[in-house]
């Protein structure tokens, strides 16, 4: 007996449970032939070094790629996913199982990235999330080469990209720089495709939402259309600024619809919602904000950072972190979401957040919020 269940759509993709002849399928069309193309691909990368479903199957029918898994029979409502697990801990007010969870991601994630560490350049890893978006006529380009205003405020007042460095920018107190125009052409010249990088094989976008794991079925990855060579600091400032940011606020905010079969993670105190002040005359802008992720989620970073970057970057001789991971954080805040089509508070919480990753005496832990402000500790 055929049974299709579970109907979803992510962006252009539709998805569906099925069960067939025994068989309890996962089914996504696609379409997008070049995207289907880069999944298969990323998955036969992924299959033998990372716990991954099968793919059993993939189809041209007229414009759509038809993609057949197994599906993993450990994920359902509000239960399966990396972001559950988070999300109960913070519901909780305890960490035990997700730490649980925690040690086999990351155990898996510190033997494969051993294995397949090298030094390489950007033209040899997985280009989608970085060298393409900062490439000419890639989303940097289409985002903010029309110079397209910021709505920052309430009100009618907005800045420009290119108006930022004539502006006495002060973020929580302190003064900031950003120079637009010089950092596009530094994160060109950052990703191109000669310029060096070390790399090893990654999912290439370790969201919450992409990693899976249950007691019984122990750790899963997800969506493979990032998957194989990847740069490292790449792969580390995406689930650093997800939990930061994206996952913590963003992305439930603007997208309820990837979070319909896990509900829990759109409530307090999963959700943290920022508080936002800005004051501005013609030559200053000052904002004032105050966004620190959940428990559970800084309980995550400083995990990830202790255990897999840290001892990386020893390994590799990197002693800045900040510094190493500056232009992938950078990346993350300025091409995934367009600033001029956010919500202005949060147009000036990136901005604000961006002023301070480009300033080299921000440490990544205060970044991340995971030190006390000075607000916090009077």
């Not at 996962?26 to 999944?39: G, L, M, S």
């Not at 290119?162 to 950003?178: D, K, M, P, Q, Y």
């Not at 989620?297 to 990197?318: F, N, T």
Request: aromatic share 10%; charged share 20%.
């Amino acid at each position: 007996m055929l049974r299709i269940t579970n109907h979803r759509r992510f962006t252009a993709n539709h998805t569906w449970h099925v069960d067939w002849a025994g068989h309890a399928l996962f089914v996504k069309a696609n379409p997008h032939h070049d995207e289907a193309r880069a999944e298969r691909a990323g998955h036969a990368r992924l299959r033998s070094l990372y716990p991954v479903p099968t793919l059993r199957t993939s189809r041209r029918f007229a414009r759509w790629t038809v993609l057949v898994y197994d599906r993993w029979p450990h994920l359902g409502h509000d239960s399966g996913l990396l972001l559950d697990e988070i999300t109960h801990a913070d519901l909780a007010r305890d960490t035990r199982r997700l730490d649980t969870c925690l040690a086999a991601v990351f155990s898996h994630y510190q033997q494969v990235i051993a294995r397949t560490l090298r030094h390489t350049i950007n033209g040899e890893t997985i280009s989608k999330l970085y060298g393409d978006r900062a490439a000419a006529d890639g989303r940097l380009d289409r985002y903010y080469q029309p110079n397209a205003p910021w709505q920052i405020t309430s009100g009618t007042w907005r800045v420009r990209p290119s108006e930022l460095a004539e502006l006495r920018l002060v973020v929580n107190g302190r003064e900031h720089t950003v120079n637009f125009a010089d950092l596009m052409i530094r994160l060109r010249v950052h990703f191109a495709r000669h310029s060096p990088v070390w790399a090893a094989v990654t999912q290439g976008d370790p969201t919450d939402l992409n990693i899976g794991w249950s007691p019984a079925g122990g750790p899963v990855w997800f969506d493979y259309d990032t998957g194989g060579l990847n740069a490292l600091p790449g792969e580390f400032a995406c689930f650093l600024l997800y939990q930061r940011l994206h996952g913590a606020w963003l992305t439930p905010h603007y997208n309820h619809a990837a979070f319909r079969d896990h509900p829990s993670a759109l409530v307090a105190p999963s959700l943290a919602e920022p508080v936002v002040h800005v004051e501005h005359t013609k030559s200053s802008l000052a904002i004032h904000y105050r966004h620190t992720p959940s428990l559970a989620r800084r309980h995550v970073m400083r995990r990830y950072l202790d255990e897999i970057i840290r001892p990386i970057a020893h390994r590799l001789g990197i002693d800045n972190l900040m510094a190493w991971l500056r232009p992938y954080l950078v990346m993350r805040l300025l091409a995934v979401y367009h600033l001029a089509g956010l919500e202005p508070r949060d147009t000036a919480l990136s901005l604000a957040l961006l002023a301070q990753a480009l300033d080299p005496a921000t440490a990544l832990p205060d970044f991340l919020a995971l030190t006390p402000s000075r607000t916090e500790a009077n």
